[in-house]
Structures are given as structure tokens and as C-alpha cells.
């Protein structure tokens, strides 16, 4: 399924060193609150997020060591 892409996506970025995330949205006038806020949170530790966040969810996850 959709979250078990972002489990392996998840550990194949452990993995490769890195350490933090950030969800980031499309950035348009249908982004949700829920996904705004996360957003913002900016970097957190790998793992935080797990996509989808909600069903229709159009978010990415961008990885940093």
C-alpha cells in the first residue's frame, strides 16, 4: 500500500545517513490545515511523518542528514 512506500522510502534514507525530515506540501489553496501546520514544523526526526496524512494527501517528504 501508499504508507508501506513511505516505511521503505523511510529506511532507505536511515540508511543513507540521514536524520531529519520535513513534510512539504504543494504549496496551493487546497492544502489542508493539518498538513500546513506539519509543514511548519520544519525539520523534525526521521520517522515523525507517514504519508499519506490523510486520504487525498498530496504531500512529499524531504529528507536531511
Keep these: ?3 508501506r512506500y513511505w516505511e521503505i522510502m523511510t529506511e532507505q534514507e536511515k540508511l543513507a545517513g540521514m ?3 520535513q513534510l512539504v506540501t504543494v ?3 487546497r492544502v ?3 498538513c500546513a501546520d506539519a509543514e511548519a ?3 523534525v526526526p526521521i ?3 507517514n504519508p ?3 486520504p487525498g494527501c498530496r504531500c512529499d517528504v524531504e ?3
Design 52 to 54: 499519506p496524512i490523510h
Design 41 to 43: 514544523r520544519g525539520m
Design 63 to 65: 529528507y536531511n542528514k
Design 32 to 34: 489542508c490545515v493539518e
Design 47 to 49: 520517522g515523525t511523518f
Design 1 to 3: 500500500t501508499y504508507s
Design 19 to 21: 536524520t531529519q525530515e
Design 27 to 29: 504549496g496551493d489553496d
